[in-house]
């Protein structure tokens, strides 16, 4: 006699609970602000190198 305790996987495609589209949304600004945020920051500093090249060749 054998038993299992195996349980069907529901894909997360599937979910489309209130609280799931929520955490989605929340996700998905996170990630966008933080993308926002690199390329800011990578043009700050490319600013501040070239600024300090031209310093350096004057």
């Known amino acids: 006699m054998s038993k299992d305790n195996v349980v069907a996987f529901q894909s ?3 979910l ?9 949304t929340g996700v998905k600004q996170l990630i966008q602000q933080a ?3 690199e ?5 700050l500093l490319s600013n501040l190198v070239f600024n300090q090249l031209n310093q350096a060749a004057a």
């Open 12 to 14: 997360p495609e599937g």
């Open 16 to 24: 489309e609970d209130p609280l799931t589209e929520l955490l989605r």
């Open 35 to 37: 993308v926002e945020a």
């Open 39 to 43: 390329l800011v920051s990578c043009e």
